[in-house]
């Protein structure tokens, strides 16, 4: 469940969605907005 709470808490930070929004993707779908937003991060 911890995991659950930092993978919204990422996503919502980084791209300003609400909870609902992110509640509603797919577990899969929600890490791999993680990722990407991970690898944009470091890019710069």
Do not use: K
Request: hydrophobic content about 40%; proline content about 0%.
């Amino acid at each position: 469940m911890e995991n659950l709470f930092r993978e919204i808490s990422y996503v919502a930070l980084n791209f300003h969605w609400g909870r609902e929004e992110l509640l509603d993707l797919e577990h899969a779908e929600r890490q791999r907005y993680v990722a990407l937003i991970n690898e944009l991060s470091t890019d710069g």
